[in-house]
């Protein structure tokens, strides 16, 4: 099955391919409240942050301008790798179970990877539920944005 588009994000018209990944829904401005704490790499400081319902931590992040998030989310890149330090908020997220083969692949391409991997997330994967207020994040030391070594000619 294919939906018709107006204008593709390879700049053709017509159908999108049943690959593609699905267009994010629009979050109302009234969804619930999510307060989560992004710890920075020091480890040092941190912010606090409200996202909505539906967001997800990368969509919050890059407001912040704490997150990179070169693919727009799309699971592609891995600018929004980020920790889960805490086991218990690992635990309501799911993880492990709730890591995908998918994100998997793009998190072993993180900078700071093998430092924690049973802690690992993409920020673009997490969606926010009000279950999840309070969740802790921690930013890892670098990212490498393997898009910019992408040659576009």
């Known amino acids: ?64 301008g704490l997150v990179e998030g070169a693919c727009d989310g799309n699971c592609q890149c891995s600018t929004c790798h980020v920790f889960i330090p805490d086991p218990a908020d690992r635990d309501r997220l799911g993880m492990p179970a709730s890591v995908e083969d998918f994100e998997l692949d793009m998190l072993e391409l993180a900078a700071n990877y093998d430092d924690d991997p049973d802690a690992s997330r993409l920020s673009c994967q997490i969606t926010l539920t009000t279950a999840l207020d309070g969740l802790t994040v921690r930013l890892p030391r670098r990212t490498i944005n393997y898009m910019d070594h992408i040659p576009l000619e």
């Open 1 to 64: 099955h294919s939906k018709d588009i107006i204008g593709r994000d390879d700049g053709a018209a017509g159908p999108r391919p049943d690959d593609w990944w699905p267009e994010k829904a629009a979050v109302a401005d009234d969804a619930p409240e999510v307060r989560f704490r992004v710890i920075l790499a020091s480890g040092a400081s941190h912010v606090d942050v409200v996202g909505r319902q539906g967001e997800t931590v990368e969509d919050v992040c890059k407001r912040q």
